[in-house]
């Protein structure tokens, strides 16, 4: 991994580990029940921006993009079937770039503790999310989402390295 030097706290430079984002991104979509009417509404008025990009969704999410923008879509297992560890892991591998997640705040859903693991992977390895629409549209507009953006990735060595 490209290694990017950057001056500490300390003054001194250090060497901290990069991801490349290129101008077409990866962006995972997600959204619970209640909010994909949302979601497709908000999809379908940035149609021709997405279509820039690469899309990932879950199971029925992805379904209904596909139909919504006519492009194809990645699609990943229903969320509660699975789908929300895929995207995870592929967060985890350095294969997605951006997470557009729009849950439900007032609903508790049957899998919470995915919908957390998943939010953690994402802020884990450092990559853009979006939980909401205005989130999304700040996201969406950025000058950052269409140029080559290197991600400063955390340093997990002493973690990974502990002895147990």
Not at 39 to 66: D, Q, R, S, V
Request: net charge positive.
């Amino acid at each position: 991994m490209p290694c990017l030097l950057v001056r500490h706290f300390s003054f001194n430079l250090v060497c901290m580990t990069t991801r490349t984002l290129h101008n077409r991104k990866n962006i995972a979509v997600v959204a619970h029940d209640n909010k994909k009417p949302e979601l497709i509404e908000w999809a379908f008025y940035n149609k021709t921006t997405l279509a820039k990009h690469k899309l990932y969704a879950t199971g029925t999410t992805g379904t209904m993009l596909e139909k919504a923008l006519d492009q194809p879509i990645i699609k990943f297992l229903s969320g509660p079937l699975g789908g929300d560890q895929q995207i995870g892991a592929r967060i985890a591998e350095g294969k997605l770039d951006v997470l557009i997640f729009f849950w439900d705040p007032m609903e508790s859903q049957p899998h919470d503790p995915d919908v957390k693991a998943l939010l953690r992977v994402a802020a884990t390895w450092n990559i853009p999310v979006a939980c909401n629409r205005a989130t999304a549209d700040f996201l969406l507009t950025s000058p950052l989402m269409y140029e080559k953006y290197e991600v400063i990735l955390p340093d997990y060595s002493s973690y990974t390295s502990r002895k147990l």
